[in-house]
C-alpha cells in the first residue's frame, strides 16, 4: 500500500552514461544519506525502490567487545572460552534492545 499523503513533492534525477544517478540533496539530507551509504536497490512494476540499509560497524563491535573481555580479565584473571561466550552472548542481547 502507498501512502501518498507521506509524498512531499517530486524531483527528477538523470541517469548518466554509466548508470549513476544522484540523489537530490534535500531527499539526501532528510534522510541521512551520505557518501558509502549502503542503499539496497529493488525493482516493483516500472519503478525503481531505493532503501536505506542501517550496516553496523564490525570493527567498533569487536573493539567493543574485546574492551569487555580485556576488563574481565584484568580484574579474574584469565577467562574460560565458555566465559568469554558468555560475554559476547550479552553484547548482542543488549544491542538488540
Known amino acids: 500500500m502507498v501512502l501518498w499523503h507521506s509524498v512531499r513533492k517530486s524531483e527528477v534525477a538523470v541517469v548518466s552514461s554509466k ?3 544522484v540523489i537530490p ?6 534522510l541521512g544519506i551520505g ?3 549502503k542503499l539496497l536497490v529493488y525493482s516493483y512494476r516500472d519503478a525503481v525502490i531505493l532503501k536505506k540499509l542501517e550496516v ?7 573493539k567493543d567487545i574485546y ?3 580485556d576488563a574481565k ?6 577467562l574460560t572460552d ?3 561466550d558468555e560475554i559476547i552472548q550479552e553484547y548482542r542481547r ?3 534492545q
Open 19 to 21: 548508470g549513476q544517478l
Open 25 to 30: 540533496r534535500s531527499i539526501r539530507e532528510k
Open 35 to 37: 557518501p558509502k551509504t
Open 56 to 62: 553496523p560497524d564490525v570493527v567498533k563491535e569487536l
Open 67 to 69: 574492551r569487555r573481555i
Open 73 to 78: 580479565i584484568a580484574k579474574y584473571g584469565e
Open 82 to 84: 565458555d566465559e568469554i
Open 94 to 96: 543488549k544491542r538488540s
